[in-house]
């Protein structure tokens, strides 16, 4: 269970630099303060320029030593505030490694704390205890209360929001900066949002699950990371509830399979039930395990082309010896 911290649970710690960042072992980069940030789908767009690095606030912290901290903005992406919380693993405070991250978005009319109110934290402390997974951040992104399912509408550029997220927190912790490093989940149209984010960005997520999603008009998206896909590879886990009155599981292995068409590692369930926040927590466990293990697996393909990649270019490099002459 989450134990909220009495006395700084509700405490505001000013400048990105300072305690709390040294506690947690946040690691702003140099100049921090402002970043580009490239809109989502639009790589030739100038960068839009971000406020400074919000500060962290502690939330809570367990017996296993994990914690959660809050995090608010000044968002470009979005009329108002920007927010998120952290789950940070057992060790993160006192250790320099960094770690792979997986991104959470919730679903229509919901909050993000709402993957705390099921147990994430618990769930994520036993994994990584087990061994199950590797230690991991986790990102619960909260979007605005009339979300239209995470994606650019108008002044409501949700998916870019996601993006700008990332950036931050790239930024702000000790986080494995790589596409082979995250993965990204959301339940019910955050299931839709997260498929939307990364198949609009795929060079910036390796993982991509949808828990009780759907997937509207994303084939062409997906047709067209077709190379990207087949080049760097992408792990996807799709399931939905039997008596789903809101999403139609049938359109989880269907989808998968269309995944698996254009070169991707994709999974799929149908577990019985139906469409609620019960559900997710039913297989929070499930869904988390497949993240944590598909980023082991990405982040070794990664290091594995990488190597071949070098291994290649030092063979090009090569200069033979001149020959002596007489």
Known sequence: MLCVLACVGAMAWPGATGAIERLLGAAPAAGAGRVGLTRAGDPEAPPVLLPPLPALTPVGADAAGSRIVHAAFTSASLPGEGSFFVYLPPGYASGVRRYPVVYLLHGRNGHANAFLEIGIQATLDRLIDERAIPPLIAVMIQDRPTLDNWRDRGEHDD????????????????????????????????????????????????????????????????????????????????????????????????????????????????????????????????????????????????????????????????????????
């Open 159 to 326: 998916e870019t929001y996601v993006v700008e997220v990332q950036e931050l927190v790239d930024r702000m912790l000790r986080t494995i900066p790589t596409r082979a490093a995250r993965a990204i989940v959301g339940d019910s149209m955050g299931g839709f949002g997260a498929m939307n984010v990364a198949l609009s960005n795929p060079l910036r997520f390796a993982v991509v699950e949808s828990w009780l999603g759907f997937f509207n008009n994303l084939e062409g998206a997906l047709h067209a990371d077709r190379e990207v896909i087949s080049r760097l590879g992408l792990h996807a886990f799709l399931y939905g509830a039997a008596a789903d009155p809101v999403a139609v599981p049938a359109e989880d292995p269907e989808f998968a399979g269309k995944l698996r068409e254009e070169g991707a590692q994709a999974e799929s369930a149908i577990y019985p039930g139906g469409h609620s926040l019960e559900k997710v927590q039913e297989h929070l466990e499930t869904g988390l395990l497949f993240a944590g293990r598909s980023l082991v697996a990405a982040q070794r393909r990664a290091a594995g082309e990488a190597s071949l990649k070098g291994e290649a270019a030092a063979q090009t490099g090569a200069v033979r010896p001149l020959r002596a002459t007489k």
